[in-house]
């Protein structure tokens, strides 16, 4: 059986000597970790690889002028790097994302991302379900 590391790794925990369980986890917990991960870097914040993150970084602070394809093309840059470095996650049944512009969920102008992921696990077919809320640019009215 696989071992995964929890993110951020607990150095202390292992100096320490704790027990294993102290600094690892399932591996439906290590895929959810490894997806905010991505999801929350931009290019080039990974020096052994440029291009791991999310492209939606690129485009922060840009006022879309058609929310519908904006939306779109956060949902492609999203799925397009889950898929390109999670690789534990055969096939993505659900992958939905909600825009809300609500001013008191965002913390007074921007816009709030509510994204869903449904898929099943590599070689087990077991299924695996994250959702997470990003708070994203500001808009303009």
């Known amino acids: 059986m696989a ?17 294993r369980e102290a600094f690892t986890c399932t591996v439906e917990e290590s895929i959810a970790q490894n997806i905010s991960l991505i999801i929350t870097s931009k290019f080039n914040e990974f020096r052994y690889d440029a291009t791991y993150g999310c492209e939606i970084w690129e485009v922060d602070f840009v006022v879309p002028s ?28 659900v ?28 070689g087990t077919n ?6 997470d809320t990003l708070f994203f640019s500001p808009y303009s009215r």
């Open 66 to 93: 058609n929310m519908n394809i904006w939306k779109e093309e956060i949902k492609a840059a999203l799925e397009e790097a889950i898929m390109k470095y999670e690789h534990r996650i055969d096939v993505l049944e």
């Open 126 to 131: 077991k299924k695996f379900e994250y959702a």
């Open 3 to 19: 071992t995964y590391y929890n993110i951020p790794f607990s150095f202390e925990a292992v100096l320490r000597r704790e027990r």
């Open 95 to 122: 992958f939905k994302i909600d825009v809300d512009r609500d001013r008191r969920r965002s913390g007074g102008g921007g816009q709030v991302l509510d994204f869903q992921i449904i898929g099943s696990i590599h």
